[in-house]
């Protein structure tokens, strides 16, 4: 089992839907999750960041966790054709501080 | 610019020469990471140094790499004898503090190819 396992997609939404990404991942101990956007050929992006259950919001993007569950999504509101890209989810275990686990990446595109 | 900074930001070479890349993080960051991309997957962990200390070696780091941190500032990555499946985006990472909370942020990345 992988660490951290995401729908590779490709995911396409027109402009102005919701986008709905989704993260498991397998460490009970998980402390820290991450949100990256990575457009084609550059590197990743920080977004979001999320360490306790519920939601957090910054302007269009909402990070989800569920700790319980092992579970973290983002919602991208109102999305816009810039939003096309690959999403990467990135999570630091309890017992290996610092180190970033990632998802393969959601790749997602915004159709006009 | 401020954000973390990396050279070169292409590199071709020749299967079995030796290549070097550098990091410099952000300014006020302890700590830095290597990763290692290739296509369609997520960055893999390769190692990380708080200030010049190495803490954590990842086991895809084979003896032909090397990574040192001489004043806990910039960083090199040196890879020995290139075979063709080094080939992928190497990113360098820094963050502040230590936490399980730390945000690491990304440089542009070296893009390796080994012909």
């Known amino acids: 089992q992988k660490e951290v396992e995401q729908n590779s997609g490709p995911l396409s939404v027109p402009e102005g839907a919701i986008a709905s990404l989704n993260c498991t991942y397998s460490d009970r101990g998980s402390q820290s999750f991450f949100w990256y956007r990575q457009y084609s050929g550059k590197s990743p992006e920080l977004i979001m960041s999320i360490y306790s259950n519920g939601d957090k919001e910054d302007g269009r993007f909402t990070a989800q966790l569920n700790k319980a569950s092992q579970y973290v999504s983002l919602l991208i509101r109102d999305s816009q054709p810039s939003d096309s890209a690959t999403y990467l989810c990135?999570?630091?275990?309890?017992?290996?501080?610092?180190?970033?686990?990632f998802g393969r990446g959601t790749q997602l595109t915004v159709w006009p | 610019d401020t954000g973390v900074s990396q050279d070169p930001r292409h590199k071709i070479t020749k299967r079995g020469q030796n290549v070097t890349f550098r990091c410099d993080p952000i300014?006020?960051?302890?700590?830095l990471y290597w990763y290692r991309q290739t296509l369609g997957q997520g960055p893999e962990f390769l190692t990380y140094?708080?200030?010049?200390?190495?803490?954590?070696k990842s086991r895809l780091l084979s003896d032909r790499f090397s990574a040192e941190r001489p004043k806990g500032s910039f960083s090199t990555l040196e890879i020995q004898r290139t075979e063709q499946g080094d080939s992928a985006m190497y990113l360098c990472a820094s963050s502040y503090g230590g936490k399980s909370t730390d945000t690491q942020y990304f440089g542009p990345g070296t893009r390796l190819t080994v012909l």
């Open positions: 300014s006020e960051h302890n700590r």
């Open positions: 140094f708080q200030n010049e200390a190495q803490l954590e």
């Open positions: 990135a999570v630091i275990r309890g017992s290996t501080l610092g180190r970033l686990y």
